[in-house]
Antibody, heavy 116, light 110 residues
């Protein structure tokens, strides 16, 4: 079965960077986009961008361009999301999600990033 | 890229229907038939309930239906059940391979 397993919670200082991983299993890793979505405490979902594991191609939401980098390591079926110059309003649960069409089918368990 | 607009809350008694709207622009909701809806319980990851405006993934009850008119998409939950209580988010393709979520609606079963 499809599984996305994310790395553990992180606590960072303002100005630091964080790198969250998402390891996929149960399907052909290189065949499907992986998107990142975040949710601040008590707030709604925010789409951050995607990486295509086959080509390494990326697309980011405009407001995060210059601070976010999404990469992949096909040898271990893992994608990464790195966010730099962290601010307090980057405190959120970060989810990776796999899309097989214009929908987000499978989700990781989430990684809480706290900036304080 | 502004969030799509949803009502903050919606409610209904068991067995009734509730409809949630999702209003965007011609650059997102109105421009593509790529609107999806997600259900989220507290502390859990979202789950897709509707995709491509009105299609249901396997396993999603047919009580859930979607539609779109112009720049507004809608999710209807018919025959409301206690387990339908949660937060619902719409999402739309927004051009150039980008996506935007709605502001979210909390559904309460009275």
């Amino acid at each position: 079965q499809v599984q996305l397993v994310q790395s553990g919670a992180e606590v960072k200082k303002p100005g630091a960077s964080v790198k969250v991983s998402c390891q996929a299993s149960g399907y052909t890793f290189t065949g499907y986009y992986i998107h990142w979505v975040r949710q601040a405490p008590g707030q709604g979902l925010e789409w951050m961008g995607w990486v295509h594991p086959n080509s390494g191609g990326t697309k980011y939401v405009h407001k995060l361009q210059g601070r976010v980098t999404m990469t992949r390591d096909t040898s271990i079926s893992t994608v990464y999301m790195e966010l730099s110059s962290l601010k307090s309003d980057d405190t959120a649960m970060y989810y990776c999600t796999m899309s097989s069409s214009p929908r987000f089918d499978y989700w990781g368990q989430g990684t809480l990033v706290t900036v304080s | 890229q502004s969030a799509l607009t949803q009502p903050p809350s919606a409610s209904g008694s068991p067995g009734q229907s509730v409809t949630i709207s999702c209003t965007g622009t011609s650059s997102d909701v109105g421009g593509y038939n790529y609107v999806s809806w997600y259900q989220q319980y507290p502390g859990k990851a979202p789950k897709v309930m509707i995709y491509e405006v009105s299609k249901r993934p396997s396993g999603v009850p047919d009580r859930f239906s979607g539609s779109k008119s112009g720049n507004t998409a809608s999710l209807t939950v018919s025959g409301l059940q206690a387990e339908d209580e949660g937060d619902y988010y719409c999402c739309s393709h927004a051009g150039s391979d980008t996506y935007v979520f709605g502001t979210g609606t909390k559904v309460t079963v009275l």
